[in-house]
């Protein structure tokens, strides 16, 4: 392969190992900024709103917070009845959301979807020819500067 294998170029040993440490202490760092707002949530899901609290602007956050946890039930009892038990089913379901919730975080921080956009519109709207071309092959150069 040019670039490398599936899973990382064979020469970087470690390299996995890094990747894993960068983004658990990128949890870490995302949890730690967004403590405040955290227990802001947990202490309106389970007391109300007070007065001078700031809300949510489409939904409560009481209500965000039981359906977050009513959503994670049913992925977890999902597991459970497709024959888990009850931690092998807890764990995976959680890892998958604190990964989604870095991968998100990380898309909103870099900008990675509005490059993609930028890339698909200009290779569609300049050049109706490359349509039949990956859009991988054709923004490589574009993404990577």
């Not at 807890?90 to 998958?96: C, D, E, K, N, R």
Request: glycine fraction near 12%; hydrophobic fraction near 50%.
């Amino acid at each position: 392969m040019i670039i490398g294998s599936w899973t990382g170029d064979p020469i970087i040993y470690g390299q996995m190992d890094q990747r894993s440490g960068g983004l658990f202490a990128f949890g870490l760092i995302v949890l730690w900024v967004g403590r405040a707002h955290g227990w802001l949530v947990i202490k309106q899901a389970f007391r109300g709103e007070k007065a001078c609290e700031p809300k949510g602007r489409y939904l409560s956050y009481s209500t965000a917070f039981w359906v977050l946890v009513l959503c994670v039930g049913v992925m977890v009892g999902w597991m459970v009845l497709a024959g888990g038990d009850w931690l092998g089913s807890i764990v995976p379901v959680l890892l998958l959301l604190a990964f989604f919730m870095l991968i998100a975080r990380i898309i909103a921080e870099t900008g990675l979807v509005t490059r993609v956009f930028e890339c698909n519109a200009s290779k569609t709207l300049a050049n109706p020819v490359l349509d039949g071309v990956c859009a991988s092959d054709y923004c490589r150069d574009f993404l990577t500067d």
